[in-house]
């Protein structure tokens, strides 16, 4: 049982680049959700989907977009990258949308933008 | 609004003792609460949350939290730390009215236990 897969782990870019984030779970979960992780600042929510095709904006959505075609991939694009974007990115899967349900996380991708 | 505060950024402890990782929530309505942990290099792992119920809640490894609702506190507790459980610990909070994307994380602290 994978989980939730992030690739890549690490991704090093240039200003104005775009790129995608790639997510997959095999939990079946609806929900799937972009975090990213700063220091001193927590997760904070980028973007969510509570099933294929359903999509909505988190905390911080400028600069990324999503979409869910299927219920395993939610991938993340950066539309051109910016140095402020240098970020820890979590992908996250819940079972259902009940908010009571704890989250299962990939373990990140690591990209940093010159 | 929503906030989570961790007020510590940093526990030290050492091996044996009983530990504390601090947290206080502020949610308009009643609150789900979480606590994660996070290791070198890896995503958050769930511990144990807070639904409803008894105000001691058990979660993994040994690690407990008591649910405060005079004080808004969710505590993360260990009666004998272990080195292994050096980490990153985050709290989190869902408001119960506001549904399933909000959920709130803190800044984080990180333990240290000391051999």
């Known amino acids: 049982n994978a989980g939730v897969t992030q690739t890549p782990k690490f991704q090093v870019l240039k200003t104005g680049q775009s790129m995608t984030l790639q997510c997959a779970q095999d939990?079946?979960?609806?929900?799937m959700s972009w975090y990213r992780q700063d220091p001193g600042m927590g997760l904070r929510l980028i973007h969510y989907?509570?099933?294929?095709?359903?999509?909505d904006q988190g905390e911080v959505p400028n600069g990324y977009n999503v979409s869910r075609s299927t219920t395993e991939d939610f991938p993340l694009r950066l539309l051109s990258a910016a140095p402020s974007q240098t970020s820890v990115y979590f992908c996250?899967?819940?079972?259902?949308?009940?908010?009571?349900?704890?989250?299962?996380f990939g373990d990140g991708t690591r990209l940093s933008i010159l | 609004a929503q906030s989570v505060a961790q007020p510590e950024d940093q526990v030290n402890v050492a091996e044996g003792n009983p530990l504390t990782v601090k947290c206080t929530y502020s949610?308009?309505?009643?609150?789900?609460l979480f606590w994660y942990v996070q290791y070198p290099n890896r995503g958050l792992q769930f511990l144990l949350k807070?639904?409803?119920?008894?105000?001691l809640v058990k979660g993994s490894y040994g690690f407990e939290a008591e649910f405060n609702k005079s004080q808004t506190s969710f505590h993360l507790k260990k009666p004998s730390a272990l080195v292994s459980d050096s980490a990153l610990y985050f709290c989190?909070?869902?408001?119960?009215?506001?549904?399933?994307?909000?959920?709130?994380f803190g800044t984080g602290t990180r333990l240290t236990v000391i051999p």
């Open positions: 996250a899967s819940s079972y259902s949308i009940g908010s009571n349900q704890p989250q299962h």
């Open positions: 939990m079946n979960h609806e929900y």
């Open positions: 989907s509570v099933g294929a095709g359903i999509t």
């Open positions: 949610v308009s309505g009643n609150p789900y």
């Open positions: 807070y639904i409803t119920g008894d105000n």
């Open positions: 989190a909070v869902r408001d119960r009215q506001t549904g399933a994307n909000n959920l709130f």
